[in-house]
């Protein structure tokens, strides 16, 4: 069964870290485009960070950059987010998708995972 499963989600403080990871199943993440995707109460879902199967090259927004780092780990399956120094404001569900095609933040991705909620508050 071809799948995504996202975790490590939860509840932080603000200025605090988490990391996301993205597992796939039923294929080979590596040879897939992936992106984070995230979706606050209330607002439209907005591209977090991408990275590309082909070189590797790695795009994140510009209310991320700096603090949020995607990485692949081929032995896992997984494409991980690093969220560090974390903001009331990157409240949200964050999603991953993949896809063969390059998207980045264009949302038809073939895959979508089902959400992992990330809360930053005190």
């Known amino acids: 069964q071809v799948q995504l499963v996202e975790s490590g989600g939860g509840l932080v403080q603000p200025g605090g870290s988490l990391r996301l990871s993205c597992a796939a199943s039923g294929f080979t993440l590596d040879y897939y485009h992936v992106g984070w995707f995230r979706q606050a109460p209330g607002k439209e879902r907005e591209g977090v960070s991408c990275?590309?199967?082909?070189?590797?090259?790695?795009y994140y927004a510009d209310s991320v950059k700096g603090r949020f780092t995607i990485s692949r780990d081929n032995a896992k399956n997984t494409v991980d987010l690093q969220m560090n120094s974390l903001k009331p404001e990157d409240t949200a569900v964050y999603y991953c998708?993949?896809?063969?095609?390059?998207?980045?933040?264009?949302?038809?991705?073939?895959?979508w995972g089902q959400g992992t909620q990330v809360t930053v508050s005190s």
């Open positions: 998708a993949a896809d063969e095609t390059n998207r980045c933040y264009d949302e038809q991705y073939e895959y």
């Open positions: 990275i590309s199967s082909s070189d590797g090259k790695t």
